[in-house]
């Protein structure tokens, strides 16, 4: 959610969390050029910069948004927003993909990576 360390680390780069402890998170990215390598994100400190507020405070944030995958024979019967497909490896029939692809509410929210 916040470009750290670019090229490597911007903002909506796909990583694994490898592991995750109270003050930092350790990443592996997924995809990209820099795909393999490995970081440590650190939680930031977030401070508000209104000054009619009587008090200060500040929060601690871990700049990651998860996201879930599921496969496709789990995703019937769901509507989602968004879709990603990958690709890579065969469809083993076009039924399969067909239901993969009616998973979201309008044509344009598929996503497919094919390399």
Do not use: W
């Not at 998860?66 to 496969?71: L, R």
């Amino acid at each position: 959610m916040r470009s750290l360390k670019p090229p490597e680390l911007y903002k909506g780069t796909r990583c694994v969390v490898v592991n995750c402890s109270p003050k930092v998170a350790e990443v592996e990215i997924a995809v990209g050029a820099h795909k393999g390598k490995r970081h440590f994100i650190p939680r930031i400190r977030l401070k508000p910069t209104d000054t009619q507020l009587l008090f200060k405070f500040q929060r601690r944030h871990l700049p990651l948004r998860p996201c879930f995958a599921m496969t496709i024979n789990k995703a019937q019967g769901q509507t989602l927003k968004c879709v990603g497909l990958d690709l890579r490896q065969h469809v083993f029939t076009h039924g399969v993909l067909y239901v993969a692809l009616l998973r979201t509410e309008s044509k344009d929210s598929s996503l497919l990576q094919m390399e």
